[in-house]
């Protein structure tokens, strides 16, 4: 429903949800995360997840297990 919400506008979502991302291309998502300098936005790459990719890991395994960031760190 999103993808077909966002024919000619942007839409943003967020989401912790394993089964949303999932249903997502890795070039839709952009990970955020906190540093000292602030909010730190990164846009996924599906070649730079290829590897994970192509052995059908889909892109919320692949957040649950903390390989595209934007998880919370421990203090």
């Known amino acids: 429903?999103?993808?077909k919400a966002a024919t000619g506008k942007?839409?943003?979502?967020?989401?912790?949800?394993v089964e949303l991302l999932s249903q997502f291309?890795?070039?839709?998502v952009v990970v955020v995360?906190?540093?000292d300098a602030g909010s730190e936005f990164k846009r996924l790459n599906s070649d730079d997840?290829?590897?994970?990719?192509?052995?059908?890991?889909?892109?919320g395994e692949l957040w649950?297990?903390?390989?595209?960031g934007g998880r919370l760190s421990k203090w």
């Open 25 to 28: 291309e890795a070039e839709d």
């Open 10 to 17: 942007q839409i943003i979502l967020s989401t912790q949800s």
């Open 64 to 68: 649950n297990k903390n390989i595209l």
């Open 1 to 3: 429903m999103a993808n």
């Open 49 to 59: 997840l290829a590897d994970w990719l192509e052995n059908d890991y889909t892109l």
């Open 33 to 35: 995360d906190r540093s």
